[in-house]
């Protein structure tokens, strides 16, 4: 039941990325028409580690805030990751039922905001102050309610940004020294990205990872020019660049919200290979390498 719920979840989040990343729908309809079928690979979640004192207690805005959800879904962790340059730090996770139910993994990362300049902390810390997290999180409620698939609807509401609009100064002063803290200000827990499984696509015209963005190109869709990765790696990745949307800030002195173009999400495509795990034994490989999802982290980089 659990991998049900959590397929209802990733569904529903789906529809709405769809609609904010058009590439995504370029990326189905390019698959369909060439007779293939699509998957999502994983799904990419920001964070921010950090720990708030709030009227109800202290509160976890990291990875312990978005792995109580994955763990409520059945999901449990498979491999961590550092990124000492970029201060963050990250875990993956898979689901049990992942080839039964067609689930995708989960990629979630936090920044390590105590590691940054203090000045910029205490900017990141003043603009959270003010978030309000979902009751649905309580540890009896997602006991109660992950088992009702309806609720999976309801779940999805919760990959929002929970605190007000930040000031516009501070966005772009964070921007400066980290552009994930500054989209995590901005967009909060929306989804960062889906991949489209090139494994899945099971087609002659799109049959790996160089074909399928040389088929993106060709259908107008914006491609980051370097693929991730080499034939041996067990994991090759690429992306189109990222949307830009309208966000809401709020200017300084009168506080009045306003709109501002910023990056949003880009939608990555990935192919996996066998890998040697003993000798004489291959298995497929699924997990992530570091170095390739730490130059993919910058593809929401938008310069001030």
């Known amino acids: 039941m659990r991998g049900q719920v959590a397929a209802t979840v990733w569904d529903k989040l789906w529809r709405s990325y769809r609609q904010r990343v058009p590439y995504a729908q370029v990326y189905e309809q390019m698959i369909h028409q060439a007779g293939g079928t699509t998957a999502n690979d994983h799904i990419a979640f920001r964070s921010l580690g950090l720990n708030l004192e709030t009227a109800d207690g202290p ?51 936090e920044l390590v905001v105590e590691a940054l ?30 088992l009702k698939e309806e609720e999976g609807k ?6 929002t940004r929970p605190w007000q609009p930040p000031l516009k100064s501070i966005v772009e002063t964070v ?21 489209g499984y090139v494994n899945r696509q099971r087609i002659s015209q799109y049959p790996d990872i ?32 990222a949307v830009s ?26 192919e996996r290979g066998q890998v040697k795990v003993s000798p004489g034994e291959q298995k497929l490989f699924e997990g992530f390498l570091g170095p390739q999802a730490s130059n993919l982290f910058e593809m929401t980089r938008r310069a001030i």
């Not at 993106?216 to 990765?229: A, F, R």
Request: charged residues 20%; aromatic residues 10%; negative net charge.
């Open 154 to 159: 309801q779940l999805a509401r919760i990959f």
């Open 59 to 109: 509160i976890n805005l990291g990875i312990k805030y978005l792995a109580r959800i994955a763990e409520a879904l059945g999901y449990v962790v498979a491999g961590e990751y550092t990124f000492p340059n970029q201060h963050l730090y990250a875990r993956h996770y898979y689901h049990p039922q992942q080839e039964e139910l067609n689930l995708p993994k989960l990629f979630i990362s």
């Open 117 to 146: 300049p203090e000045p910029v902390t205490q900017l990141i810390q003043e603009s959270v102050a003010s978030v309000t997290l979902s009751p649905m999180l309580s540890p009896d409620n997602l006991r109660a309610e992950i």
């Open 210 to 241: 160089e074909t399928t963005a040389q088929g993106l190109i060709e259908w107008g869709v914006p491609m980051k020019p370097e693929i991730e990765g080499d034939r041996r790696s067990g994991l090759r990745q690429t992306a189109t660049q």
């Open 245 to 270: 949307e309208l966000v809401s800030v709020r200017k300084d002195l009168s506080d009045q919200e306003i709109q501002i173009p910023w990056t949003y999400a880009y939608f990555e495509i990935a």
């Open 175 to 195: 921007n400066q020294i980290t552009q994930y803290g500054a989209w995590v200000l901005l967009h909060g827990y929306a989804v960062n990205h889906f991949t």
